[in-house]
């Protein structure tokens, strides 16, 4: 579900393929701070703008689609910004 729902999110690319509860992607420092501003925690993978995103057996289908939310609202204002 995580991944499928970033693949749809124009602008995150995954940087690797997802083979278990991991996803990682890239993403700008910009984009990593306002998740986290919005009480998302994950961490800087590879480099500063690798991340990686985990998913538990506790993860909801409706925290999963809460992030996904954020997500794509960060990232549609971020390249908005820079037009």
């Not at 501003?37 to 995103?53: A, N």
């Not at 609202?73 to 390249?79: A, K, M, Q, R, Y």
Request: aromatic content about 10%; some cysteine; hydrophobic content about 40%.
């Amino acid at each position: 579900r995580l991944a499928s729902g970033i693949d749809a999110i124009q602008g995150v690319d995954r940087i690797m393929p997802t083979e278990a509860n991991a996803v990682f992607v890239e993403l700008s420092t910009q984009i990593q701070q306002e998740l986290r501003s919005r009480g998302w925690h994950f961490y800087t993978f590879i480099g500063e703008e690798g991340v990686r995103f985990m998913c538990s057996w506790k993860s909801t289908e409706a925290q999963i689609d809460a992030f996904l939310k954020d997500l794509r609202e960060i990232v549609d204002c971020d390249s908005t910004a820079k037009r």
